[in-house]
């Protein structure tokens, strides 16, 4: 069985496409991170940069440990932007707004390896406050994965599935993630719900240390954590499919392309709305032999809870 979700996708989630990039070198590791926190965010939010962003905050050095009043309020229609830290060695959050005279904050904490360093893009609204978000965009490092970074991009969904505007916002990301996965050495990627550890649908699902991301990172690139409406996959993994000649004959993606790594980037659908049912369960068919191992278990039911269709839970 494919899980539902009450009537299809549901509106209104949060989702977290992210790519795995791993590398020995700690250089293109903090390079990658540096990249995706400035010239991505700038691709992600059709061209808005740090220079754009209002403040009148003068850049902490250690970064504030709460949010400045003043960068709760600007011109009406101006850009607000602001970095968030947590550091590796500590439960503050720290913050600073998002300006070109915090570019150098951000190298130092990437090169501390933060355990997540995000950017936030906004607009203000008619009376000056701070409005929801336009563009957000992270990256995260774990101790235990010295040769990985993560970067992760988190859109909501009806932003994807609007009627007007959602093609415009799914080429958006997909050109940023496909672009990214060329520049760096990505040996994975998904679209899920957003979750904090930054799990795929099918991590979810499974118990104990089998979901767990970090344990499953490791079995890269040998084994996936997972499938969903775009992936990148390992050329390990791709060539033990029988590569792009044979997953291209599968019937589960629309788009398969080569990346300079090695790596193969695969997208199910032209549209995200359409990956569900029977396109999820062609996907799922045409890797399943080189996922992580576990029985993904349904959850119990909980009013409000994350959709659970872009998992297959019979294995049939």
């Known amino acids: 069985m494919v899980g539902s979700s009450a009537g299809g996708t549901e509106l209104g989630r949060g989702l977290l496409a992210e790519l795995t990039v791993h590398s020995d070198d700690p250089a293109v590791l903090f390079r990658a991170a540096e990249d995706w926190l400035t010239n991505g965010i700038v691709e992600a939010s059709g061209g808005i940069g740090m220079e754009d962003v209002e403040s009148s905050v003068k850049v902490s ?12 309020v600007g011109r009406p229609g101006g850009v ?27 190298s130092q904490e990437i090169e501390k390896r933060a355990e997540s360093i995000g950017v936030d893009i906004g607009f203000f609204q008619g009376e000056g406050e701070s409005g929801s978000p336009h563009t957000r965009m992270s990256v995260a490092f774990d101790e235990d994965l010295d040769e990985y970074v993560r970067l992760r991009y988190h859109v909501e969904e ?104 090695g790596s193969l980037w695969l997208q199910a659908t032209g549209d995200y ?10 996907v799922w068919r045409a890797v399943r032999d080189s996922l992580i191992p576990g029985k993904p278990q349904p959850p119990r039911f909980v009013p409000g809870g994350t959709p659970t269709h872009m998992v297959v839970f019979d294995g049939e």
Request: glycine residues 8%; charged residues 25%.
């Open 273 to 282: 709305t359409d990956y569900c049912g029977e396109r999820v369960r062609n």
């Open 61 to 72: 050095a250690k970064g504030y440990k709460k949010i400045p009043t003043a960068l709760l």
């Open 80 to 106: 607000r932007g602001l970095v968030s830290v947590s550091p590796s060695d500590s439960w503050d959050v720290l913050y600073n707004p998002y300006t070109p005279q915090v570019r150098s904050w951000i």
């Open 158 to 261: 009806e932003t994807l599935t609007d009627p007007v505007a959602g093609a415009r916002s799914q080429r958006c990301m997909t050109t940023v993630l496909r672009k990214f996965s060329k520049r760096y050495p990505a040996v994975f990627g998904h679209l899920s719900y957003d979750d904090p550890d930054g799990k795929t649908e099918l991590e979810k699902f499974l118990r104990g240390v089998q979901g767990d991301p970090a344990s499953n990172i490791l079995k890269s690139p040998d084994r996936l954590r997972g499938y969903s409406w775009v992936m990148v996959v390992p050329e390990e993994v791709a060539a033990g499919l029988g590569g792009a000649d044979t997953l291209g004959s599968a019937e589960a993606f629309t788009e398969i392309e080569s990346l300079p790594s």
